[in-house]
């Protein structure tokens, strides 16, 4: 970014505007609003204050640089009906704006005739940035150097983090419009990148991301004909077919319509060239992976383990275990992503449960697979003939397989690829004690370290800093777990008043801690609830009496008495919950736990967060800790 900041040409209402206003060195102001709202300076995050006050800051970057008028932002803060002190709190909201994000007075938020003008640069704010890179990739291509323009287009199709004010879109019309423009533009220039990106002779990128734009747009013929295009150049002419039937189906159904002549010419160009040329180098087959996180921290250990094992061809499975919310499938995503090129065929994740924890069907998991990897073999009703023909299939391809959450062994029977150089990375609850020959890496929650680093990414170092020790009581009372440290982190995020102290007391406070680990998706009792109900029977009778004990820590003879069992049924019992992935193994299991002199020694700790969601059960439905 340059010392100068441009703020464009006045408008006729308020002509006295200038268009460059020197910019203090070193000051870095950001807004993003390609995702939640959030605004920086120097690296540093700035308080956005309450609802309104956001609401207020996000009118106007739906039209940075051009006035808003007062009606409009109180149409947005107020839309049913307006206090009649409406215009003075809008003026306090406004101005307080203008010290959070114009401390230097450079006139970046004014008010004018029109109403109130917030001027940014191109530097300052993500969608600005946007727009401004689609532009200049438009004008390579109007050059014809579509290599540049593909450049270009990506890296403005890389500041998207989510939907546009994705935390307040629901709460004012006019952001759910902008919300609507901002897509249309993020379509276009999708478009515009693969047609470039095409030209390129480069087509696998496109292949392997298309699908999700088409499942958002399913009718758009222009990206129809780039799908269509992408599929056939990188050999996957089977599902290019299929894509195209359903296209001409649902245009037809739909709007009764045939395809026009854009996806019409892609089609004939398919049909025409039966077995194309494979692509010139790099990887041909599906990259389809769910994103990586951009804050991904810590697993160093883990991840060299994971990925040494990975690389070992014709090696068994690699199967990554520990209880839910540690970050399994972060890190096998992470992996994955970075063992891509050694697998040129493909990578490609599947989940083998549903979101309510029920295991998917196999033939159902298998058909996706087979699908994604453009597998065209008929697959039996048969379990051992389907997987016969899949092995049969995969022989002799480089593939990585990444099986999330397997439920049991019985579940990966058919999709497990032969020896040779394909590979699976499975994730699970349980430790999966029938996969006899799996390479096993059993992930622990974060250290401390990781977890403060983690949770200062999230709500800013700078505050993480300033009430340092109860940052370590907030980590420390959610177990150290990602999960719960990203629920929690994006909850001070909102709430940004609030004292780190008064939030560790919150989650230290029995009853209150899964309530305040609840943000959009995020909730830690939801996940708890989908690991409970995949839990046997006799495991879940064992949380029941486990959760009357008053702390996690726990010995053999403490177990006994709460289960109503001997000794030995009791570790029996305990040991049923280590191999679902509930409970970890014994701090000491070099000690003799059957000896009497031995016992007291031995200790279990149940996750401090599972211990309340089992008070919650135990406490009968509808109950809270």
């Keep these: 970014m340059t010392d100068t900041f441009t703020e464009g040409r006045g408008s006729e209402a308020d002509p006295g505007i200038p268009r460059e206003r020197a910019v203090p060195a070193g000051t870095l102001l950001r807004i993003a609003l390609l995702g939640p709202l959030r605004a920086s300076r120097n690296g540093l995050p700035l308080p956005l204050g309450p609802l309104k006050q956001r609401l207020v800051l996000a009118v106007l970057l739906t039209r940075p640089n051009t006035p ?31 010290r959070v994000l114009d401390p230097d007075d450079l006139g970046r938020l004014r008010h004018c005739p029109g109403g109130y003008v917030l001027h940014l640069g191109a530097d300052e704010c993500d969608s600005l940035r946007f727009d401004e890179l689609a532009r200049r990739g438009d004008a390579e291509v109007r050059a014809g150097a579509p290599s540049r323009a593909a450049r270009l287009y990506r890296q403005a199709l890389d500041l998207w983090r989510h939907d546009p004010f994705s935390d307040l879109a629901a709460r004012a019309e006019v952001l759910h419009t902008a919300v609507e423009r901002h897509h249309a533009r993020r379509l276009a220039v999708y478009e515009a990148w693969a047609e470039a990106q095409l030209e390129t002779g480069e087509p696998a990128p496109v292949a392997d991301t298309v699908d999700e734009m088409v499942g958002r747009h399913p009718l758009r013929e222009r990206l129809r004909a780039a799908q269509l295009t992408a599929l056939h150049r990188v050999g996957r002419r089977t599902e290019a077919l299929a894509a195209y039937d359903d296209c001409r189906q649902q245009l037809s159904r739909e709007l009764g319509l045939e395809p026009g002549a854009a996806l019409q010419s892609a089609y004939r160009s398919l049909l025409d060239d039966v077995t194309p040329p494979r ?22 250990r883990e991840r060299e383990s994971l990925s040494a094992q990975l690389v070992c061809e014709g090696g068994p499975p690699v199967l990554l275990t520990g209880p839910a919310g540690v970050g399994k499938t972060a890190l096998a995503v992470h992996v994955a992503h970075r063992l891509a090129a050694r697998y040129p065929d493909g990578v490609v994740a599947t989940r083998l449960c549903a979101e309510d924890g029920s295991t998917r069907p196999w033939r159902s998991v298998l058909s996706e697979l087979a699908r994604s990897l453009g597998c065209a073999e008929r697959l039996s009703a048969d ?36 020896s040779g150089p394909t590979a699976a990375l499975v994730t699970s609850r349980s430790r999966l004690p029938c996969l006899e020959s799996a390479h096993r890496t059993e992930l622990p929650p974060l250290s401390a370290e990781e977890a403060l680093h983690l949770l200062g990414g999230i709500i800013g170092r700078t505050r993480l800093q300033a009430e340092y020790a109860a940052a370590e009581r907030i980590v420390t009372a959610v177990g150290l777990l990602p999960l719960a440290l990203r629920a929690g982190g994006n909850r001070l ?20 801690a899964l309530d305040e680990l609840s943000s959009g998706g995020l909730g830690v009792r939801a996940r708890l609830a989908g690991a409970w109900a995949r ?63 031995d016992a007291e020694r031995v200790r ?12 919650e059960q135990a406490a009968g439905p509808g109950t809270r800790c």
């Design 493 to 512: 995020s909102v709430l940004r008043h609030m004292p780190l102290g008064q939030y560790a007391d919150r989650l230290e406070h029995p009853s209150e």
């Design 279 to 300: 692509p010139r180098g790099g990887p041909t087959g599906s990259r389809l992976l769910p994103p990586e996180l951009a804050d991904f921290t810590g697993r160093t």
């Design 68 to 98: 808003v008028s007062l009606e409009e932002l109180t149409d947005a803060v107020w839309p049913d009906d307006p206090p009649r002190t409406a215009r003075k709190n809008l003026q306090v909201y406004v101005s307080t704006l203008r």
């Design 383 to 418: 379990r051992e003939e389907a997987a016969a023909t899949w092995r049969t299939w995969l022989s002799g391809r480089r593939v990585l397989l990444l099986l999330d959450d397997a439920p049991d062994a019985a579940a990966l029977g058919p999709l497990l690829p032969p």
């Design 604 to 615: 279990y700790e149940l996750p401090w967060l599972t211990l309340l969601f089992a008070r």
């Design 535 to 597: 839990l046997p029977g006799p495991a879940r009778v064992t949380l029941h009496a486990l959760a009357t004990l008053p702390d996690p820590a726990f010995s053999l003879p403490a177990a006994a008495r709460v289960l109503g069992l001997g000794g030995r049924d009791a570790q029996r019992a305990l040991e049923g919950l280590i191999d679902v992935g509930v409970l970890a193994p014994p701090s000491c299991p070099q000690v003799t736990a059957h000896r009497e002199a």
